[in-house]
């Protein structure tokens, strides 16, 4: 009875580590759709602030990122 009730236990386990996986895989998957979109939205506004005449220290500044993710949005 031991034995069935450990494989019973083992079953349950995996099928409880593979839920969770699969549950926060696709909720990471969203995470990296949503940060994609919101890394376009940001180099568009930092390729506007410079056509503004702001400084790329400044752009980092106010987006709050440091000034070399500022430089790759502007094709630097």
């Not at 386990?13 to 549950?23: M, Q, Y």
């Not at 940060?35 to 980092?60: D, F, K, N, Q, W």
Request: charged share 35%; net charge positive.
């Amino acid at each position: 009875m031991k034995r069935h009730a450990r494989e019973d236990d083992s079953k349950a386990r995996l099928e409880d580590a593979t839920a969770r996986l699969e549950a926060v895989g696709t909720a990471w998957a969203a995470a990296r759709d949503s940060e994609r979109e919101i890394a376009g939205t940001a180099y568009e506004a930092v390729r506007a602030g410079a056509e503004a005449g702001l400084s790329e220290v400044r752009i980092a500044q106010l987006l709050g990122v440091n000034r070399t993710t500022v430089r790759t949005a502007l094709g630097k």
